[in-house]
């Protein structure tokens, strides 16, 4: 009997831990009048949200449930797709890229093994699992704006709001609303392998689609954080909302201070705070690490990063660390970012294509992995303050 309940015990566990893994992308999203800009509410519980529809930070982003059913075009696996592309035999269910044969043009890849990919890339990203999507099924998608503004004259947009006596006539104010337009720009890889590796390796096309999704969550997150956006998306560090937090007077060149940190935090916007997280370079792990705080005359020092578990915190935000922002000492080594506020276009259709036309004297087939995607913040520049000084949502500390 008490064996019966322990193990009801951890199968309830079990149930609860799932639970909440499916819940990580799935609290809805609100518009926040005062910032004019989209906030999560984790508070909120998951929704059925059909294809092509605007997806919110925690929301689920799988290519399934952002672009409607994916099928497997008659294939019954990966590897039956692969047998019957490299064989040089013909089989119905292969779809040439371009007319012709396949060995001139190639073949595409099950969409479902592109669904795959994206997710194997998804797992392992940043900003778009913590960030708003926008499944496009064109090139380009408008998603409506606010201007800023700033609180010494207006509130959201330009709006103005008057106290007046009875009977007296209102006064108007003039909102100002924007466009934000999402056009893809197109991620490709080319990857060229030997016929007996694929025929030969028990795992073949798995650690293809591996490399492949670890690739795109790679080259995404860099664009994200700090893209030029032209050709590609507008990142973080570029973007004309972005506050850039000065160095102390007198800092010695590559160190990072309490200070710059308290600095950084205070232009953080208020309502951004609480889902706002650090992303640091893993070169500013030993100066984070060995960063401590007096506490009093006499007293003994706190460090300024905390650890539990596993995880870093700042001012109580947590601590990401990687290699996709720039090195220590250089503007963009550490941000502060609440991706809440960034959006991101996601076309369908993710092309993961093989072929062996290009290298038919070699015996050597080629993949290309083909993602058409934008992306941007929500804000399209800092928020003043009615008493002064600005706050955004993405800060980061100049160079130093």
Known sequence: MEISKELDKIEAEI?????EKRQIFQPDGRWDNETGSFI??????????????????????????????????GWKSFSDFFAAAQSGKYHPNL?????????????????????TIHTLAL?????????????MASNEMKVPGTVIGDHSSNLLGGFRAFWEGEADSLTESAPKFRQIDLVTKKLTGLL???????????????????????GLAWYRDKAFLKGSGVGQPMGILNAPCTITAGQETGQPSGTILYE???????????ACMKNAVWVAHQSTIPQLL????SVGVGGSTVPVMTESDGSFK???????????????????DIMLCDFSQYIVGLRSGLRFETSTGPGFSTDEIYARLISRVDGMPLWDEPLGLESGGKVSPFVVLESR
């Open 314 to 332: 700042i001012l109580t935000r947590p601590v990401i660390f990687t290699e996709k922002t720039e090195a220590l000492g250089t503007k963009g």
């Open 123 to 135: 797992e392992q990203e940043l900003v778009l699992p913590r960030c708003f999507v926008q499944p």
């Open 260 to 270: 710059n940190l308290v600095q950084m935090f205070s232009k953080m916007h208020p």
């Open 192 to 214: 060229k392998y030997s016929s007996e590796w694929s025929e030969d390796s028990p795992n073949a096309e798995k650690n293809l689609s591996n490399l492949c999704g670890a």
């Open 40 to 73: 999560p509410d984790v508070s909120e519980s998951a929704k059925d949200t059909g294809p092509l529809s605007l997806r919110g930070p925690r929301e689920q982003k799988d290519f399934r449930s952002m672009f409607g059913d994916l099928t497997k075009d």
């Open 290 to 293: 060995t960063l401590y705080q």
């Open 95 to 115: 779809r040439a890229i371009n007319e012709g044969t396949g060995s001139e043009g190639g073949f595409a890849v099950p969409t479902e093994y592109g669904n």
């Open 15 to 19: 149930a609860k831990q799932e639970a």
